[in-house]
């Protein structure tokens, strides 16, 4: 996969995750983002937008929290 692919595919997860609702898949997405982040497949800095999506705007979100399976 190249670069712009990975952030696609995590762009892709989280979408899907947030809509879904699934605390699970939240987590497992976000653990994901780490993992990719970590290892160096990406830079931090390009998908900070998909960490606040998934933890702020959804997991740290009250409207939301409540929701969530």
């Not at 190249?2 to 997860?13: F, G, H, P, Q, S």
């Not at 898949?25 to 970590?38: P, Q, R, S, Y």
């Amino acid at each position: 996969m190249t670069y712009d692919e990975i952030i696609a595919y995590l762009w892709k997860r989280a979408r899907y995750a947030v809509k879904s609702l699934s605390r699970d898949d939240i987590f497992e997405t976000h653990g994901a983002l780490k993992m990719a982040v970590n290892l160096g497949a990406v830079k931090w800095e390009d998908v900070r937008d998909i960490d606040q999506l998934l933890i702020r705007d959804t997991l740290n979100n009250p409207k939301v929290l409540h929701k969530l399976t």
